[in-house]
């Protein structure tokens, strides 16, 4: 019997102390009066992580077994999270470990709180991922994911004077206990060099690709444990490392900084993530990443993952490539290649099977968002993968002219290879060409891909197109952030909305409940009341524990309109230091921040620096005697998240309409009974369906509303000169009001290009915005009324988990 010894396979409180000692002895190699907390920390990651380990072999034996078909996520990003407590909840060890701990005097939060973030995602499309990765685990989805083990994440935030500084996120400092590293299982890259024709004995032509430089990727195995059902599937993060012949070659012409310095150059590629979230920045680095771990994954699965004797011709039965967004969607050209170049194929079989096994994702409406490489640094890389580019392109071409003989301009639209402003292909036509489905990632976004992004596709694909809503955790994001709501849940309505989320339905009647919504009350407080606390410890921020807690959390962009918010901040404050709003009429109110800009995206920084000049003033002026209040919290992450989302009364959704894709924020907060003010955009338009239009703040225009006015002409100025509340929130930051007297700098960007250009139009909705915070604070002040939405948005979301996200690309997408 070569299986893992049976002893790890139930814990008690005994067997588990013995282990946990076990690991601080021989893991660490320190007696436990000597151990450091990390010592600690590092001990109980390890006896969870054996324990998850036992369950991990049986799955990957039964899946040797059954040879069922499976999943392979490719992502650049995986925004995990945290990953001891998310272990200890899936594997129900947190009680017998927190006894076990009290018994040695140790507190079990403490440890819990040593470990670092893996941050290596920017936002919604790595932590999508990291659910995704959750809910195929615990759905039973035999599955892998594939990305990158970037050395340093999604960059730490600090504030400077108000201002965004970046730090490097050292996550790997301390150790990680939950990496298995396998060398041993090293995959060759090559780069750059040159493409040659031969001929075999036959006389048949190939295509040879010789690579002038390459790279090892290292797999490092992560375990996704299911919930409580005893499924571990693995998440497989690829590092980069000089190749040996690499460094020698090199060392041996006697250069040894040389041979250094080409090391370097290798383990760049997984050194750090980047942190562009939606205007990719074109650079090579970039390209050499997505290439590097695609290609990687691609030989990992064929050659380990497969059965050794295993005919390729049969692999759209054993496998879907689901390519979260453009950035794996070189592996389109990769496979080609393997099959062709390296197997000897046919390219129409190549072209067969590959066209089966792939399938795309998209994430995004804004054009600058759409990855396309250009030419000459793709051919200069992949020389190869242009020519299967070319041709992919030429064939679709052909196709196209026989859908639409004489359409020339069509033709030009539809071209893999877009001619200006420079030579490049458009990563999202050639996924859409080669994958057999595309998704969008919520109804508005999926609709708006096929009558507009893509239409011209959709038209010629039409079964390819496909909607897939985005969905959340609610293990990560409900059970173990929520342990309060959790418990009154479960009392109320049992064991089992963990896993089949729709059950929260059967809250609806407590709705109704004076008694219940009481205790549904309690537990917002709590939970405000130890973000409250989270937030005094972390940055020395005052809240008053009472008061409605608003948060907007996501990454600073200009579609997501922090800047509106903004707005409406500045409008009351001004019109209460203006008389004209009695302080006694001001709902008392902490606006919460997070978000983090791209360290080039100048605008995007430029509010970070005013938002925060806003609290300062704010939050100082005693004569707003603490009713409003702005906490703006650097380094906004999993972590912090995890806190905030449940002590949320309102959630801020603010997108210009037709912008957001779908916003996944958006369905924690209304899973832990925020409700949302929000525009018609992304997943919010489902949200309202389903917890009513009675319990959501709508506002502003719509998509067509949003195109309307772009077609007859937008002209902002005409807001701010006729809405006065406007002008004048607009005329008090332009006047220093909150940067010391100085009108310069951010102030006058910021206030000049609102009025000027207002790209997003928030001006236009500014009015209907105020008027929805409006009805928020009416609402509010009942409370009944209030705790009332509030425990229907939590019964009637329960369509978000990701879980149900799953189950339709099982059922739409991977007839898995
Ligand atoms: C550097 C290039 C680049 C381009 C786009 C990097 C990252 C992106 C992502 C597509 C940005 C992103 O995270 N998109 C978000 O994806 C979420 C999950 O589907 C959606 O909920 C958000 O609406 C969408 O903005």
Avoid at 390 to 398: G, K, Q, T, W
Avoid at 464 to 471: D, E, P, R
Avoid at 551 to 580: D, F, N, P
Wanted: hydrophobic share 40%.
């Amino acid at each position: 019997d070569t299986t893992a010894p049976s002893a790890a396979r139930e814990h008690t409180v005994e067997s588990f102390t013995r282990e946990f000692l076990r690991e601080v002895n021989f893991g660490q190699g320190v007696d436990l009066d000597r151990a450091s907390t990390n010592d600690k920390y590092l001990a109980l990651a390890r006896t969870v992580r054996a324990y998850l380990t036992t369950r991990w072999l049986e799955t990957l034996r039964t899946q040797r077994r059954e040879q069922k078909k499976a999943v392979a996520y490719m992502s650049a990003e995986f925004l995990l999270g945290r990953q001891l407590e998310n272990n200890l909840l899936a594997t129900d060890l947190g009680e017998i470990a927190r006894d076990s701990l009290d018994l040695l005097g140790i507190d079990l939060v403490e440890l819990c709180n040593t470990e670092i973030e893996p941050g290596l995602g920017n936002g919604g499309l790595g932590r999508l991922a990291a659910c995704f990765v959750d809910s195929l685990a615990t759905e039973n989805v035999p599955s892998i994911g594939y990305g990158i083990r970037y050395e340093y994440g999604i960059f730490r935030q600090r504030f400077e004077d108000g201002r965004q500084v970046e730090e490097p996120d050292e996550w790997l400092r301390l150790g990680s206990p939950w990496e298995m590293p396998h060398p041993e299982n090293a995959v060759k890259v090559g780069f750059g060099g040159r493409v040659e024709a031969w001929k075999d004995e036959s006389g048949r032509a190939h295509r040879r690709w010789s690579p002038d430089w390459h790279v090892t990727g290292v797999p490092y195995n992560y375990m996704v444990p299911g919930y409580r059902n005893g499924r571990v599937n693995t998440l497989r993060l690829w590092s980069a490392r000089a190749t040996q012949a690499f460094d020698l070659a090199i060392f041996n012409a006697g250069d040894y900084t040389d041979a250094v310095r080409a090391q370097t150059q290798a383990e760049n590629i997984s050194k750090v993530l980047y942190p562009e979230d939606s205007t990719p920045q074109g650079k090579e680095l970039r390209l050499q990443q997505q290439y590097f771990f695609v290609a990687c994954s691609l030989r990992d699965f064929v050659e380990k993952v497969l059965p050794e004797d295993f005919d390729l011709h049969r692999l759209p039965e054993r496998i879907t490539f689901q390519l979260n967004d453009t950035h794996p969607v070189i592996a389109v050209p990769e496979l080609m290649r393997l099959l062709i170049d390296e197997r000897g194929w046919e390219w129409a079989d190549a072209w067969a099977v590959t066209q089966k096994v792939f399938a795309y994702t998209c994430h995004t409406l804004l054009p600058e968002a759409l990855e396309v490489w250009p030419v000459d640094l793709l051919g200069r890389l992949l020389p190869r993968h242009l020519e299967i580019i070319y041709r992919i392109n030429e064939e679709f071409l052909e196709q196209v002219r026989e859908a639409f003989p004489g359409d020339m301009l069509r033709e030009r639209h539809m071209s893999i290879i877009a001619e200006e402003p420079v030579r490049s292909v458009r990563m999202a036509y050639l996924a859409t060409v080669a994958g057999a489905k595309v998704n969008g990632v919520a109804e508005l976004h999926s609709q708006l891909l096929r009558d507009k992004v893509l239409s011209d596709f959709a038209e010629m694909f039409p079964h390819k197109f496909t909607n897939v809503t985005n969905g959340v955790t609610p293990r990560r994001f409900m059970a173990l952030s929520n342990p309060r709501l959790s418990a009154l849940i479960t009392e109320a309505i049992g064991e089992g909305w963990v896993t089949d989320l729709e059950r929260l339905r059967e809250l609806e009647p407590l709705a109704d409940d004076a008694e219940f919504r009481r205790r549904f009350r309690e537990v917002k407080s709590h939970n405000r009341a130890r973000f409250a606390g989270v937030i005094a410890e972390r940055d020395g921020i005052e809240i008053s524990p009472d008061a409605m807690v608003d948060a907007m959390v996501k990454r600073l962009h200009e579609y997501k309109r922090q800047s509106l918010k903004l707005l409406h901040i500045v409008s009351l404050y001004e019109r209460i230091t203006s008389g004209a709003l009695p302080l006694a009429d001001v709902t008392p109110r902490t606006f919460v921040f997070g978000a983090k800009a791209a360290p080039g995206y100048v605008r995007a920084k430029e509010t970070i620096a005013l938002i925060n000049a806003v609290g300062r003033t704010i939050n100082a002026d005693a004569s707003l005697e603490g009713r409003l209040k702005v906490a703006f919290p650097a380094n906004y992450n999993v972590t912090l998240a995890e806190t905030l989302i449940p002590a949320a009364d309102l959630s801020e959704q603010i997108s210009q309409a037709g912008k957001e894709a779908s916003g996944t924020g958006n369905m924690k907060f209304a899973l832990n009974g925020a409700l949302t003010v929000g525009t018609d955009d992304g997943a919010n338009v489902e949200i309202r369906q389903l917890v009513g239009d009675d319990h959501f703040f709508l506002f502003g225009m719509d998509e067509p509303a949003v195109s309307d006015l772009q077609a007859s002409g937008y002209r902002s100025a005409s807001y701010y000169e006729q809405d006065k509340d406007l002008r004048a929130a607009l005329d008090m930051i332009a006047s220093g009001a909150f940067t010391g007297g100085d009108r310069g700098s951010f102030v006058s960007s910021i206030t000049a290009s609102l009025i000027e250009r207002d790209r997003f139009m928030a001006l236009a909705d500014f009015r209907a915005y105020v008027d929805a915070q409006e009805r928020v604070e009416a609402h509010w002040a009942d409370q009944e009324a209030w705790t009332r939405s509030a425990v229907l948005n939590v019964a009637r979301s329960g369509y978000f988990s990701s879980d149900r996200s799953i189950r339709d690309y099982l059922a739409r997408i991977w007839n898995a």
